[in-house]
């Protein structure tokens, strides 16, 4: 019990950002959700069963229109495609992740990946239930700003518009932390001018797939090439040893 609380508590200040964009974001998820006419408990379910952020908002139209569940397995996965690639990059992570490797690839969202990636757990602490708390943490300020935008939406009037911009600051201000954080900063650069190119020539509608491909092939060959740097000054070293 007490390795648990001891990765609670090591993570849980990891999570605070997400916790101020989740609540806002949740809120306004669940509001939308009452105009629509859907109830607190269906709201709550969606948070609860997809956990899917922007796929959720996007769902409340498919849920509102005409019945046609391929076009919208087509949009889900267009919009949420770019998971296949932080699945990929946690294959190592979680591979030791025992009992709670479910959860946390199915609580894998952009804001969990990224401070995953980021974070370190303390020495004393175990690593597993390290990550597997900042999943859980950040699914519970989901679900619970969802329960309370669907509790708010029957006493006020709430205007969503422009509140997804909360989302968009909470990851600069990752992105941010991140860069401060860490020395080599080439892979965060590949992936801004890769997302920046990508936008020019896709346009915003269709930029993140594209983007995600180019990111990951040159980090292959990034990383290809610093493993044959490294492979070099080993020999060198070893020559000279000799």
């Not at 849920?63 to 495609?81: D, E, G, R, W």
Request: with cysteine; glycine share 8%; proline share 3%.
């Amino acid at each position: 019990m007490n390795e648990k609380i001891k990765a609670l508590k090591a993570a849980f200040p990891h999570t605070l950002p997400v916790f101020t964009g989740f609540i806002f974001l949740g809120i306004a998820y669940g509001i939308l959700m009452s105009s629509q006419g859907f109830s607190i408990i269906w709201s709550i379910l969606m948070s609860l069963f997809v956990y899917a952020g922007s796929a959720q908002y996007l769902g409340i139209t498919f849920l509102t229109s005409s019945f046609n569940p391929i076009y919208a397995f087509l949009m889900t996965l267009m919009v949420n495609a770019r998971h296949i690639f932080y699945g990929i990059s946690m294959l190592d992570k979680f591979k030791e992740a025992g009992k709670l490797k479910p959860f946390l690839i199915f609580g894998q969202c952009d804001e969990t990946f990224s401070i995953i990636h980021a974070a370190k757990a303390p020495e004393e602490v175990d690593k597993n239930w390290f990550m597997f708390f900042i999943t859980l943490l950040n699914y519970i300020y989901w679900a619970l700003g969802t329960a309370l935008g669907g509790l708010l939406s029957s006493v006020i009037s709430f205007n969503t518009k422009g509140l997804d911009f909360v989302l968009t600051a909470l990851f600069v201000v990752i992105f941010v932390g991140q860069w401060k954080k860490v020395e080599n900063r080439k892979p965060a650069l590949i992936g801004l001018l890769s997302s920046i190119g990508c936008l020019i020539i896709f346009g915003p509608g269709s930029f993140i797939i594209p983007a995600m491909v180019t990111i990951l092939v040159c980090l292959m060959l990034v990383r290809k090439k610093v493993t044959e740097v490294k492979k070099t000054k080993d020999l060198i070293i070893d020559d000279r040893g000799m």
